[in-house]
């Protein structure tokens, strides 16, 4: 069980998101095409992240505690929630679920356990989420990567979720 919530935080740092919405293919692309050309180069990706990490550290002193850290992520939660199509007891469930693996996320990002997430923590985690997603590897991450990298979560998900049965 501790190693499935593990693993899925691990997959869903790179988004932040694991509700996918209804109309969208690609939550990555959803999140990060500042341009809406349907593809996520680095420098937009690199730009949303500079602006999240800005908008998490709610108390701008540098550093995002674990509390901002959660408190910045479900109010995304919440904006997804609203939008999806779960029904009210599912919605409890899933909030629920989604804001322990937000902690569990906290302690992954935070690599040093100073109980801070600096800029280079986070830095380092968004370059890892963007090799991940850019399935070609040639610096923009299209709806085919995005895809090809689902495809690979999903087969991961299974085959953790079977390991932990
Ligand atoms: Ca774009
Ligand atoms: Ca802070
Ligand atoms: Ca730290």
Redesign the pocket.
């Known amino acids: 069980m501790k190693y499935t919530i593990v693993l899925a935080a691990l997959l869903t740092a790179a988004t932040g998101s694991a509700i996918a919405a209804p109309h969208e293919g690609s939550a990555f692309i959803h999140d990060y ?9 680095r420098a ?1 990706f690199d730009a949303v992240r500079v602006a999240r990490f800005k908008a998490t550290d709610a108390n701008a002193d540098g550093w995002v505690s674990e509390d901002e850290y959660v408190g910045e992520y479900s109010a995304r939660l919440e904006q997804q929630l609203a939008a999806s199509e779960l029904t009210e007891p599912k919605k409890v469930e899933e909030r629920q679920r989604q804001i322990r693996q937000a902690h569990v996320r906290f302690g992954v990002l935070d690599k040093d356990k100073d109980q801070k997430m600096v800029q280079a923590e986070y830095d380092a985690s968004g370059a890892r989420a963007f090799a991940e997603q850019d399935n070609d590897k040639d610096g923009t991450v299209t709806q085919a990567d995005a895809a090809a990298t689902a495809a690979r979560y999903l087969a991961a998900r299974e085959k953790a979720d079977k390991a932990d049965k």
């Open positions: 095409d500042t341009d809406h050309d349907g593809k996520v180069t937009e």
